[in-house]
């Protein structure tokens, strides 16, 4: 399954990334890479668990 990563830096310096097609899913990193890998991650455990229900 492929999917977007989004990221942008907020006002107080984090990054923020998110999963458009998985509602929900986002996280804060302190450089963008952090925040994407965090994102992805997360991604990754929200689609197996829906595979496992």
Known sequence: MHFTI??????DGRWLAEVPELPG?????????EAM?????????????RVVE
């Not at 989004?6 to 006002?11: K, L, V």
């Not at 890998?37 to 668990?49: D, G, H, P, Q, Y």
């Open 37 to 49: 890998a965090k994102a992805e991650a997360l991604a990754s455990r929200v689609i197996v668990e």
């Open 25 to 33: 899913v986002l996280a804060y990193g302190t450089t963008a890479n």
């Open 6 to 11: 989004e990221h942008e830096r907020e006002d």
